[in-house]
Structure formats: C-alpha cells, structure tokens
C-alpha cells in the first residue's frame, strides 16, 4: 500500500463525511473537520491513554495466538498423523463466534485485560493455525526430499523449511484478522474496564452523548487497526524479501 | 560402490516396480537410468538416495545398507529444490548450515566435519557470484541448476544422483550443464547416476546406461557406452548408434503385451 493511495483514500472518505454530515445536518454526525479538532484537543486529554490500553491488549492477543497457534499448525501440516487427529477438531470448532464465550471468559478469568486477550486469541488462533497449517501442508515434497538429501531430520526441517515457508501464512493471517480483532477490542472493552477505545466511544456517544468526541475515538480506533495494517506490511517486507522481488 | 541386491519394491496396492533387481555400480562410474514413464526409474533413485526403502532385499553403498540419507550422496531434482525464501548464497550454503546444526554427529553430518567455505568456492567455480544475493525466483532455469549442484557439491560427495535435472531446460543451457556435470564428476572422481527419459541425454551422460523395462523389472539390462563423456561424441557415429539401439529396444518392449 503506497502513502499517496492511503492519503486519496482518506480525501475520499473525508469527502463523503462532510457531504453526509451537510445532508444529515445534526448533531449525530457532525463535519470531519469538527471531529479533527476534537480528536487532536481530545489525545491531549486522555484519548492517548484509551489508545495505549487498547493498543496493548490487541497486540498482546494478536502475539499471544501467533506464538500458540503457528507451532500448533507448522506441527498438525507437517504430521498427517497429527492432522488426522486435529483438522476435524479444528473444523468443528472454527466456526463458532468465539464472541458467545464473552460472558464466561469473564466469569472464569474475571474483568481485568486477562479476559479480553484471552477472547482474541480465541477468534485470532483459529484463522492462523488454519492458514499456517494448510501452508505447511502444501510445501512440495521435492524440496523436503531435497532437504533430507542434505542430511535433513525433523529438527532441520523444521527450522530450514516449515518455519520459513510458514512466515508469510502467519503474516496474512495477522493481515486478515486485524479488522476482527479490533472489532473483538470493542466488544471486549464495552464492559468491565474504564480504559480502551471500546469504552471510550461507548461512554461518549451513549452515556454523554458527546459526538464529536466518539467519532474522535472511533478515528483513534482506525488508526489503531491502520497502524496494524502498516507494521503488518513491514514486518512482511523485512522478512519475506523474497515476495516482492521480480 | 553401489550394490543392490535381490530388491523387490512396491508402493501399497500396486504391482511391483522391482522384483528380485540385483544392480551394481563401480566407483568413479557415470551411469544412465532410461526407461518408459512408471517404470520405477525415480523410484530406483530414491531408494539410493535413502528416502524410501526395499520391500524386500537390500540397498548398500560403500558396504553400508542404506537405512537413512547418506551424508556423502547428494541428490538433485527437476525442479533444483532450492528454498525460495533463500538467496543463490544461502541456498549453496545449506547443506553446511544443516550440518553445523546437528554438528558432526555421524548421522545427519559426517564423523569427521570440519566447516569449510566450499559453498562460497562452488558459488564462485559455477559462475554464481554475481547472482549471490538473488533469490532462485529472479533466476533462469539453468541458473537455479547450477546454484543446485553448488549446494550439493560443496558437500563433497562421492555419489550424486540427478532425477531428470535437464528436462526443463533450452537445448543450449541443457548440454552446456551436461558437460559440467561430466567435467565435475571427473574431477572429483563423484560416481554419477542420472535418471532421464531422454535417450540422447543418456547416451551423452552414461558410460553406462541401465535400460528399465515397464514394471516388474526383474534383471538390470545393461549397455556399455563406453565413448560417452568425450569430446565430440555428440557428433560421433557411435551416439548414433547407441540412441537407436537404445530406441530399437524401448519399441521393443513397448509391443511386448503385458
């Protein structure tokens, strides 16, 4: 994604804002530049704290899931065994909305960032170990006969061939999963905490009915998942060179 | 250096490919392995090179029956087996950095490894210096080869075993790469196994050329070409010679009912 296309991209949207908020006319959707000066007046008194929380917590479920579920699917790709034995598990289990589970996490694990990251990783460890396992699966056994050739047990392999071949699944599944996983942020700090994005918008636009500044939050809450986006990408250019060269 | 005897192999709910095979190879040897599609000629190779195992019967190089890779038989496939995520440098380099992984344990890594800078040298020996930092997808085919018998070479291996590594590539770069092969088997004194289906590659490449029939091979049919690997000899009467001989004998079992 180049900056200029960001930069037009954000015009456009802008664009269509201000031409909403002048057909609509009221105070539920007020003008883009209204809400720019509430949001920069807004990170000076507090906003920058809600986003820190919420930061924190969206990166420690999204890291939490990679460190569990890239090893759990590099394993069940590389064994047919162990595929046997998971994929129908994983099958039966990916598809309900971990979202339900909200109420009894927190009654198991109670109101503090324990829960909500542990609701994350819930929604984030399916989406990779299905992406990390399926790349694992499909790497061409001519290169793991190659490898073997070269004196290669399990160990090398996996170091030398699954480990790499699955960095850039681990990394689109991050890709994918960053629109859910700040919609999850959301849900999540929509109860029990007094710190977040989530609780922040919740409390100005329904509790204090102070639009401008919920529209800050929620420009707070795209920049959160924009940022992502962005580290995403770089961390892909940094160590996956290999794709972007000709 | 290679012996094999009283080999019966079958993949699970088919025919055998070989059925009592014996086969022997000397040290030093440049053999081709020719024959119709399915007829076990990658199968053969594979079972030299450790990655599957007899039936029945025995597979022994040096004396030693093959239970797992050998350190000292480097392989080669049709489509070069280099990691894509690797640079030419990197990919030459990995045999090395697999064995200085396990250390020098005997069975991953020889006894005797000492670390070396042979990838550096086979980068440099095959041309590859200036393509060092690309990646195997910014390439030509005959490129990625080189970069392939690199890393297996900078092993040191007395034994290499090449699956069809020409195939994909044009006319010139193909008989350019056949005879560096040649020229380093030669040099190195590397016992050289090829599979291919081409008979012309065979005749150029084998002193000996092992002719497979459809499955179940039962008897090693073994043609002495003893020209091979010379200078000219794609232009001599007896490459001539042995191509048709080779074809006459594949039409011949081609007609034979099964």
């Known amino acids: 994604m180049k900056q200029r296309d960001v930069f037009l991209a954000v015009l456009t949207i802008f664009g269509a804002w201000q031409a909403a908020a002048m057909i609509v006319n009221m105070p539920i959707l007020p003008t883009p530049l209204t809400v720019v000066a509430v949001f920069l007046k807004e990170m000076q ?3 920058l704290t809600h986003f820190a929380f919420s930061l924190w917590r969206v990166t420690a479920g999204m890291l939490l899931s990679v460190l569990v579920a890239a090893p759990a699917g590099l394993a069940i790709g590389a064994s047919k065994r162990l595929s046997r034995l998971f994929s129908p598990v994983i099958y039966l289990l990916y598809p309900i909305p971990k979202v339900v589970f909200v109420p009894v996490i927190i009654l198991f694990l109670g109101i503090g960032d324990t829960s909500k990251i542990i609701i994350m990783f819930l929604i984030l460890f399916f989406q990779i170990i299905v992406l990390v396992r399926d790349q694992a699966s499909g790497i061409s056994p001519q290169l793991i006969q190659s490898l073997q050739s070269l004196g290669a047990g ?13 960095l850039p699944a681990v990394l689109t599944a991050l890709r994918q999963s960053i629109g859910t996983a700040v919609a999850v942020l959301y849900i999540t700090e929509l109860s029990a905490t007094k710190y977040g994005l989530g609780y922040y918008i919740y409390y100005k636009g329904s509790t204090l009915f102070d639009y401008p500044s919920m529209y800050a939050g929620v420009i707070a809450m795209s920049l959160l998942g924009l940022g992502m986006y962005f580290s995403v990408d770089w961390l892909e250019r940094k160590w996956c060179r290999w794709k972007f060269v000709n | 250096m290679i012996n094999i005897q009283s080999l019966t192999f079958e993949y699970a709910n088919h025919l055998p490919l070989f059925q009592n095979f014996n086969w022997t190879v000397s040290r030093g040897e440049t053999w081709s392995i020719l024959g119709p599609s ?3 000629k990658t199968t053969l190779l594979y079972l030299l090179a450790g990655l599957k195992f007899p039936t029945v019967g025995e597979v022994s190089i040096n004396g030693e029956q093959i239970t797992r890779p050998r350190p000292r038989t480097g392989l080669i496939l049709q489509d070069y087996g280099l990691l894509p995520w690797a640079t030419v440098r990197e990919n030459i380099a990995l045999g090395i950095k697999v064995r200085m ?3 020098a344990d005997g069975k991953h890594t020889p006894d005797n490894f000492i670390p070396s800078d042979s990838a550096e040298r086979w980068m440099q020996r095959l041309g590859l210096s200036e393509a060092a930092d690309q990646f195997p997808g910014q390439l030509s085919g005959g490129q990625r080869q080189r970069a392939a018998i690199a890393r297996t070479l900078a092993l040191e291996p007395d ?3 090449m699956d069809e590594p020409f195939s994909s590539l044009d006319a010139i770069t193909r008989k350019d790469l056949q005879n560096l092969t040649l020229l380093l088997c030669a040099e190195h004194n590397i016992t050289l196994v ?26 090693a049919r073994i043609f002495n070409n003893p020209n091979a690997a010379q200078s000219g000899f794609r232009n001599a009467p007896e490459f001539h010679e042995m191509c048709e001989c080779l074809w006459a004998e594949m039409q011949k079992e081609a007609s034979v009912p099964a």
């Open chain 1, 45 to 47: 008194k507090g906003l």
């Open chain 1, 154 to 166: 399990r160990r090398a392999l996996f170091r030398f061939v699954y480990l790499p071949a699955s």
């Open chain 2, 38 to 40: 399915g007829c076990g």
């Open chain 2, 101 to 103: 992984f396990y250390g």
């Open chain 2, 159 to 161: 034994l290499l075993l």
């Open chain 2, 194 to 219: 090829i599979v291919t289906h081409s008979l012309e590659e065979a005749a150029v490449l084998g002193k000996k050329i092992l002719l497979l029939a459809p499955a179940p091979n039962s008897t």
